[in-house]
DNA sequence: CTGAAAGCGCTTACAG
DNA sequence: CTGAAAGCGCTTACAG
């Protein structure tokens, strides 16, 4: 154990004989001080390794130096690289400024956990990680006025939030499918509830469109979840001579390979596979998989960075759409 | 917004025309009180739905009600799904207990984001979710006196320590296989500088050495890390004729796999391959995967209580180790 | 059983 | 430039 007696900015006022108003100050900076106090005090700081409590501070500000991070707790989700990385940007960001990550895994039908973190004044911001059509948790936030942004589009404007251009991403890479000469591409994707499926589905029809063709209705799959679903759909998908598989996240991606693989259909000579946002789930994959890929770390530092300028009171641009990369690998060629 | 002036302790008091004392000691529950006037209070705190400024709380008895939560930083650990499991315990526990979790990214060797959350006094205390042989991270919270307990053992048996029970695991799975016949079988895995892989190794050598047999230390390779070397060994490993393969966790073994696909060994025809811990990433895998299952999120929510009965001051078991299940599949048939 | 008062460790008008 | 004092919203001896 080190010394324990917590220095307290009084004790430090008594033993150079200043007042705790002075110490204050020299330490945040605000107000007038003469040099000489200054550097007297923040000496005797540095000397003695002062911490100031953050929790009193806080209550001083009503603040806490907290942002809430909001991850979707359906399990399907919640093993996803994509959220893990989301978190080390943020992480990354949040200590930079001195605010710490409280974490609150919410079920999509059940916001009570949010509501917690909230009411009990423990964050001064939230983060979404994630947004559905019809949002209970942006709902939520909007009502109780406190500083949020989403990470994934809202329909709603007065929304802060940042998102990858979903939409245009599926869209170029559903083109340079079509490009190729191939014309029965199916789509297989999750939740129709989630925006950025919506946005995914979106720039696939695009495609389409620009190209004067008309999508197969029947070649599009939502609301996909499990494993055994991906097979059934994988073998009917077989049977109308499907030329290419494009798949809305790296586990539907690595159920369709193990499909094909079980029937020994070979990948990229009978049926082309593609996917978005490569993660380790398919990184060591035979052959490599085309995929879509997105700087995922730092779409959560902007998140963060915005969310921490709206918290200061400063100005933030309320919409980012960030870039993506298309990376054509074996699996498409 | 709903009507935002955030009632206190004392708008109660006053409304009620009761003491602040009193207020505090209904909410609690601690110190003498008549039954009615509690009642009294308790219902208006219900019909307002009175939120407790936990800050405030917490100041006035310097505490936080909030957990901190570290997770390694290292690229390959953090996606493994792992982490995220234990979170998902983790955050189901303490939140039924008004407790939230801080999240804290850590580097090997860089425990400063650690350092921060405790002398900012943010926390109450630490959970670690993986211990190294020489930890740093848990030196210094022995040091800073905060009760912490840790996932995964530590030599150290002042440490109040939950585990699986990974050597006996790593055993039996591998005298499985040598009852099988088989007696050229590898083991990969990563850092040894993790206790985890040093008791699965331990448990490796238990096996040959109870069944009288010399493991080849040939056949034995710790520290991997990337695909590129997982390649290079199976190939070595192929030529020496090796049997089965066992690899410490799951992104291993799917490089196993990705290796040996392209290579066309058949598994379990000409190798037989088995990993620990099934998780998503081997999921869909055909053949099956046969592997060690662990109850991650019991783990989490062990470590979880645990802790909060450190905090509370209450006794708690030093150590506990959980078991864990072996489930045979295609891949070793 | 109940309350007045001090205290947790900061910040911030206000006054000088 | 500096300080005394009130305040953030709770808890908790102490006294009655």
New interface residues.
Partial sequence: ??D?KNLTIGDIAEELGVSKTTVSRAISGKGRIGEKTREKVLRYIKEHDY??????K??AQSR???IG?VIP?SY?L??L?F???C??GI??TA?ML?Y??????VMPDDIS?LR??V????VDGVILTRTLLEDASVAYLK???IPFVTIGSTGDDAVVQIDNDHRSACRELTESMLAQGLDRIALIGGSQGYVVNDNRLGGFLDAYEKSGQQPVREQIFLDVEK?EEVEAIVGSLLQKGIECIITMDD?LC??VL?TL??RRIEVPGRVKVASFYD???L????PSITSIQFDVEELGERACKTLLQMIEGEMTEPHALLGYRISLRESTA
């Fill in positions: 154990m080190t324990d911490r100031p409590n953050v929790i009193a806080g209550l806490t130096y907290n991070l707790g399907h919640v093993e690289p959220f893990q990385n978190m080390l992480g990354k200590s001195d710490d990550v409280l974490i609150s895994v956990r917690r973190i009411t009990n004044h423990k009502e109780a006025g494993g586990y690595s159920c193990n693989r079980q993660s380790s789930l990184a060591n994959n035979i």
